[in-house]
């Protein structure tokens, strides 16, 4: 009997191993497989920093001394962005999320509820998964360099009626809906709200945002959702991979949006996705010098007579998919004729197309946007070398 009752827990003990393994490699490997990017990461020769913002911080080895830095990069619509510059730093030394309403001083929630700016950084390497959305106050900077921090396996971020917020340096994946309930949205105030929606990042009603280097995959819903009045975006050095649809900027077709103004700069595109990088309703896009290497369906779709400006980007078409970049969603040719979409110096692979319409003169028309200045789509591959999260900040050494 003795011998049968060993046998049986080093037979549980087998399984629950395996358990954990398949676990640990569901929430870690999205990323971490994803492309010929990764390669990067075992760069060890000096430092590299090939587009305009990498340029401004990376190859400082100074860098954790004066984080603050970074917030002076931002380039786009999102140039106005200091996040939680010239407040105190926070360090996040506990990957909980377990009290909704008097979240425990240490944990992120603790820390972006607080109504003073902070610049929140992460004293080591760590996996946080949220019970429900974290909703975020303005002037925050949450910075993830010097540790690999993992947003994985719970809800997502939300923006909501703030401003003056940086999201840098993280890998987010696996995101579920919550279920909501009673949850604190500020300081001063908690109560009841009602189920996520599953996106990696909302945001809603806000302004003056900037995320940067991060990594997504394979959420429930959208992986960044622009939505109801937001404005002044930039979005650059990410990498999108594993998804159906990825960004939505406009939710509504019947609520105009059209002071909605989103830069999308230096991204990579690659793996599993299928469509909306991004879909547009209402509004203004640049979309510069980002590399497209996949997918499926359409790269950039669009209505409500959306502005979307592409430049400089590469778009490679994979092989039995589809070759157009573009798709106007549901709208006929005498409509979305007069929608102003152009591609400007991009270069197309393997039979990618681009439909242009409307405005070749749009320029006159924008003069004065903080617009950034593309360069030659040749050069895509290295401006985009580092995107994601995880670019190996090290504290003494260059990133």
């Given amino acids: 009997m003795k011998v049968v009752k060993f046998n049986l827990l080093l037979y549980v003990a087998?399984?629950?191993?395996?358990?954990?393994?398949?676990?640990?490699?569901?929430?870690?490997?999205?990323?971490?497989?994803?492309?010929?990017?990764?390669?990067?990461?075992?760069?060890?020769?000096?430092?590299e920093a090939h587009n305009s913002i990498d340029k401004c911080w990376r190859c400082d080895p100074n860098w954790a001394e004066n984080r603050e830095k970074l917030a002076d990069c931002v380039q786009g619509f999102g140039h106005n962005t200091t996040g939680g510059k010239g407040g105190e730093v926070y360090v996040v030394n506990d990957s909980s999320d377990t009290d909704l309403v008097n979240p425990k001083v240490g944990t992120l929630r603790h820390a972006v509820l607080q109504p003073e700016p902070l610049w929140i950084i992460f004293r080591s390497t760590m996996t946080i998964r949220l019970c429900q959305e974290l909703i975020i106050a303005g002037n925050k900077t949450i910075d993830g360099r010097g540790a690999h921090v993992?947003?994985?396996?719970?809800?997502?971020?939300?923006?909501?009626?703030?401003?003056?917020?940086?999201?840098?340096?993280?890998?987010?994946?696996?995101?579920?809906?919550?279920?909501?309930?009673?949850?604190?949205?500020?300081?001063?105030?908690?109560?009841?709200?009602?189920?996520?929606?599953?996106?990696?990042?909302?945001?809603?009603?806000?302004?003056?945002?900037?995320v940067d280097h991060?990594?997504?995959?394979?959420?429930?819903?959208?992986?960044?959702?622009?939505?109801?009045?937001?404005?002044?975006?930039?979005?650059?050095?990410?990498?999108?991979?594993r998804h159906d649809k990825a960004l939505l900027f406009g939710a509504s077709d019947i609520h105009p949006d059209e002071n909605m103004r989103v830069t999308i700069a230096y991204n990579h595109f690659g793996k599993g996705l299928t469509q909306r990088l991004p879909a547009v309703r209402w509004g203004f896009v640049?979309?510069?010098?980002?590399?497209?290497?996949?997918?499926?369906s359409y790269a950039i779709g669009g209505a409500k007579g959306a502005t979307i400006i592409s430049q400089g980007n590469r778009y490679v078409a994979e092989d039995g998919a589809a070759k157009e970049v573009t798709y106007r969603k549901k709208a006929p040719k005498a409509e979305w004729e007069k929608?102003?979409?152009?591609?400007?110096?991009?270069?197309?692979?393997?039979?990618a197309f681009f439909v242009n319409s409307g405005n070749p003169n749009w320029a006159a028309e924008y003069k004065?946007?903080?617009?950034?200045?593309?360069?030659?789509?040749e050069r895509v591959p290295e401006l985009t070398k580092f995107a994601g999260a995880a670019i190996g900040c090290k504290v003494g050494v260059p990133c």
């Fill in 150 to 210: 993992h947003i994985a396996g719970g809800a997502g971020f939300m923006l909501q009626f703030v401003k003056n917020v940086i999201i840098s340096d993280l890998h987010m994946y696996d995101i579920t809906p919550g279920d909501g309930g009673i949850i604190r949205s500020n300081s001063t105030h908690f109560g009841h709200r009602g189920a996520s929606d599953g996106d990696a990042i909302t945001i809603f009603g806000s302004s003056d945002i900037w």
């Fill in 368 to 377: 004065g946007y903080p617009l950034i200045c593309a360069e030659p789509a």
């Fill in 286 to 296: 640049q979309v510069v010098n980002n590399d497209y290497t996949h997918w499926k």
């Fill in 14 to 47: 087998f399984i629950s191993c395996i358990f954990i393994m398949a676990a640990q490699f569901t929430f870690s490997s999205p990323i971490s497989k994803s492309n010929r990017r990764e390669l990067r990461k075992k760069h060890d020769g000096p430092c």
């Fill in 214 to 241: 991060c990594s997504f995959a394979g959420t429930f819903d959208g992986l960044i959702d622009i939505v109801a009045r937001s404005t002044d975006i930039t979005i650059s050095n990410c990498h999108f991979v």
């Fill in 339 to 351: 929608w102003t979409w152009r591609s400007e110096g991009d270069l197309m692979v393997n039979g």
